[in-house]
């Protein structure tokens, strides 16, 4: 008929055909790659978990492909006005390479433990975010501590503020702009500290998490190619046999039900 397209169908020659072909082969061939790539990620990572001091990552040696190297401690209220627990903390960083250490439940935050811990910190040219749960309260509370490379990146810091005092010191956002341009030169790290037995109080915790979620939303809406870093003491196993900070690899028993 004059005037007819012909379909899409009739002007596809055996040239198309093979470069459709060719394409669904790169992708098979793309698949595969991925795959074995993961499959060597596994290995490695399973191999490091076996070290002999840490379970899951192997930190006495740092690759030169490591940017930012994070940890998290819960200090069990020793942190705060000991100089001896405090030195050696940083020291402890110094030695893993550690960039940043959040300190969870560090102790009394009165403004002199926390200044004194600051002032250390500042001594070596580090630097330390801190929050408290009240001045008098020994439980809750957390401590950033920053070497000197990090701690020359200004930040702006949001603190989780609820009305229910349990629930206080426990979440803070901390963002980092190195006002070099470019949305991914930012970063984003959430400290959380969050409660024990989650699931008998989930009110209180959907609020925490919910306030979490905004925060990081809000980032990733102004930041889409910058990172955000969850860093701190999820509690997040039902079973605290299995909400551990240390477990013997090699000689893990059975889950244990409470």
């Known amino acids: 008929m004059q005037g007819e397209t012909p379909s899409a169908n009739t002007m596809m020659g055996p040239a198309d055909h093979d470069e459709e072909h060719d394409q669904e082969g790169n992708t098979e061939l793309d698949l595969d790659r991925e795959a074995a790539r993961r499959s060597v990620m596994h290995e490695q990572a399973d191999e490091a978990s076996r070290h002999a001091n840490w379970i899951g990552d192997n930190l006495d040696t740092k690759g030169n492909q490591t940017g930012l190297r994070a940890g998290t401690n819960n200090f069990q ?3 705060y006005g000991s100089p001896a627990n405090s030195t050696e903390a940083l020291l402890h960083m110094q030695r893993l390479g550690m960039n940043m250490l959040l300190a969870t439940e560090p102790g009394q935050g009165t403004p002199t433990n926390m200044n004194m811990l600051r002032d250390l910190a500042a001594h070596h040219t580090w630097r330390v975010i801190t929050m408290n749960r009240d001045d008098s309260t020994i439980g809750g509370g957390m ?8 701690a020359k990146i200004p930040t702006t810091t949001m603190v989780y503020e609820p009305a229910i005092k349990e629930m206080c010191g426990r979440v803070m956002a901390v963002t980092f702009n190195n006002r070099i341009q470019g949305m991914q030169n930012k970063l984003l790290v ?4 969050a409660p024990n037995s989650a699931e008998r109080n989930l009110e209180d915790v959907t609020r925490m998490l919910k306030w979490i979620q905004r925060q990081i939303t809000e980032f990733e809406r102004d930041n889409p190619l910058a990172t955000v870093m969850l860093l701190g003491e999820l509690n997040a196993a039902v079973n ?4 551990t900070t240390r477990q013997e690899y090699y000689e893990r028993d059975e889950d244990r039900e409470e």
Do not use: F, P, Q
């Open 143 to 150: 401590a950033l501590i920053l070497d000197e490379a990090w």
């Open 240 to 243: 605290t046999y299995l909400d």
């Open 190 to 193: 959430i400290g959380v500290h």
């Open 77 to 79: 209220r020793k942190l």
